[in-house]
């Protein structure tokens, strides 16, 4: 086979300050793969937009591109996925959790090759908090200010889940079952939410704008995922703090905010001309190796089962707080 595969990526992984991650691993997995003759064309298209682009013109969009897992529906429904089966699906079940592999199954088939966690949790600045204090919401809101993106539903839905709504079925996998927040839980949630943005040291703030208060001195502890890890370690230096959602109190109870889990995939364009290739590579990009140099350059927090588990890995914090929120208070989106 001598063919061009075209590989659509975030702009982030083909930077030159990140080592070009993509690249790095696309010419590493030619010179792997003597058999073929493969030049590579790259495009920019984020996880987030894969959803938006790829449907677009199917035919026409990369053999191989990455996404988040909340669009596979939409991927499925424009015919622009391929389904892996066969040695492809084991592999994914063997190297990821469950919860991983959930993310990227629909009705039974496997449709794409993980490559990180897609979770979020908080930093704090550990001058202001103590590890006592970031056990709960409400000592927290007393002692410093805490920027929550509560308007936007992804970080919302967390306080919902602690009450115990429902979205989509225990499993999250029901579309017939529907959201479900109607119980006085979920109503004495609503009553205490709304006391609480009275309380001058919450901030309503999106994670970008949260970081660059934190920057400021104007906001303490922030919500948000791996993806500012590093640029809050520079800003916090040795008071960098990373931990799970806290609880919050509710009519005297306490109640465990939970996230959102997900991940992020390697899908494959269902009308590839070079199946076997373009397969090949997701798994590829997905591997232990990809993940390993995706996690040094980018901070990506693995997904693969053997460098989860990886003594060293586990060293970071940021890696340890992810992994310990998926596996104990997340709920599969």
């Known amino acids: 086979i001598s063919t061009t595969i075209t590989v659509w990526g975030c702009a982030e992984d083909q930077a030159d300050e990140n080592g070009k991650w993509l690249q790095t691993m696309c010419e590493k997995f030619n010179t792997e793969h003597t058999e073929w003759d493969l030049t590579f064309e790259y495009g920019v298209c984020s996880e987030q937009d894969a959803g938006k682009t790829v449907p677009q013109d199917p035919s026409n969009?990369?053999?191989?591109?990455?996404?988040?897992?909340?669009?596979?529906?939409?991927?499925?429904?424009?015919?622009?996925?391929?389904?892996?089966?066969?040695?492809?699906?084991?592999?994914?079940?063997?190297?990821?959790?469950?919860?991983?592999?959930?993310?990227?199954?629909?009705?039974?088939?496997?449709?794409?090759?993980?490559?990180?966690?897609?979770?979020?949790?908080?930093?704090?600045?550990?001058?202001?908090?103590?590890?006592?204090?970031?056990?709960?919401?409400?000592?927290?809101?007393?002692k410093g200010k805490v920027a929550i993106p509560l308007n936007n539903g992804f970080y919302l839905a967390s306080f919902y889940l602690g009450a115990g709504a429902t979205f989509f079925g225990e499993e999250g996998n029901e579309r017939e079952a529907g959201i479900v927040l109607d119980n006085d839980e979920t109503l004495a949630m609503t009553n205490a939410l709304i006391d609480m943005v009275q309380n001058e040291n919450l901030v309503v703030s999106s994670p970008e704008d949260a970081i660059a208060m934190m920057r400021e001195g104007n906001v303490n502890a922030y919500f948000c995922g791996t993806w500012q890890a590093a640029q809050t370690e520079e800003i916090l230096g040795d008071n960098f703090g990373v931990a799970p959602l806290p609880s919050m109190t509710v009519d005297g109870e306490e109640v465990q905010l939970k996230p959102f889990t997900s991940s992020k995939a390697i899908g494959v364009k269902s009308t590839t001309a070079y199946p076997q290739v373009a397969i090949e590579l997701a798994m590829y990009l997905g591997g232990y190796d990809s993940q390993k140099l995706h996690y040094e350059t980018r901070g990506y927090v693995p997904c693969y089962k053997g460098l989860v588990n990886d003594t060293e890995i586990q060293k970071d914090a940021v890696v340890a707080v992810d992994s310990w929120t998926v596996e104990n208070i997340a709920v599969p989106r």
Do not use: C
């Open 61 to 142: 969009s990369a053999d191989v591109y990455f996404f988040a897992n909340d669009q596979l529906q939409t991927l499925i429904d424009a015919k622009a996925i391929a389904k892996l089966g066969g040695e492809t699906a084991d592999y994914v079940k063997s190297t990821n959790s469950q919860a991983i592999v959930d993310s990227v199954t629909v009705d039974g088939a496997v449709y794409g090759v993980p490559f990180t966690t897609n979770t979020w949790f908080m930093y704090y600045d550990k001058s202001v908090f103590s590890e006592d204090d970031i056990k709960s919401l409400d000592t927290m809101l007393e």
